[in-house]
């Protein structure tokens, strides 16, 4: 079964996310991603990233690294945490109707979190906003709204509740 079937409960409500149910460490990849379906071997080191990144100030958070042969986003800093790739890892597979990228693994190194995804390319809805017809325009936000209803159906563990905290997961 899927984690959202498994999730479900009996009376038809959202799925319940549970901290048990969250890939956990500081080092994870995930072997049966698109990632490795397609041929790929292993994700780039942080040395990689850094090196294709470039210089950047320690305070500020770099600017995401694309890998465009590989299909690849990393996204690294001091202030990028594994709750953030365990958020969307949870979105992805609790709430299948929610656009989100495919993450295929993280890792923390010298100080700083790197979350690799895939690559979603094109034009950035700030970008494309102000080109837009308004009937294009509400129709996005029509979407924005399916979607915000889908994440306000995911449900957390009455006994733990962690979605809002000011701690990690």
């Known amino acids: 079964k899927s ?17 048990s149910m969250l890939p956990s460490g500081d080092n994870v990849v995930f072997n049966e991603t698109t990632f490795f379906s397609r041929g790929n071997v292993s994700l780039p080191t942080p040395d990689d990233v850094r090196r294709l990144g470039g210089a950047h100030e ?10 465009p042969a590989l299909n690849l986003l990393v996204k690294y800093g001091r202030r990028i945490t594994v709750a953030d790739g365990q ?25 700083e979190t790197f979350i690799y995804m895939q690559l979603v390319d094109g034009i950035t809805l700030q ?4 080109d837009l017809m308004i009937e294009e325009k509400y129709e996005i936000c029509v979407q924005l709204h ?18 809002g905290k000011d701690f990690q997961v």
């Not at 409500?13 to 901290?19: C, E, M, R, Y």
């Not at 890892?89 to 709430?95: K, P, Q, S, T, V």
């Not at 970008?127 to 102000?130: E, F, G, H, R, S």
């Open 3 to 19: 984690a959202a079937r498994m999730s479900l409960d009996c009376q038809g409500q959202g799925p319940l996310l549970v901290p």
């Open 146 to 163: 399916n979607i915000l209803g889908e994440l306000r159906q995911l449900r957390q563990d009455p006994s733990y509740p962690f979605i």
């Open 58 to 67: 320690q305070w500020r958070t770099p600017t995401p690294v694309i890998f």
């Open 87 to 111: 958020c969307m890892w949870a979105i992805r597979h609790l709430l299948p109707n929610v656009p989100v990228p495919e993450v295929y693994g993280w890792c923390r190194d010298q100080g």
């Open 127 to 130: 970008d494309a906003w102000p």
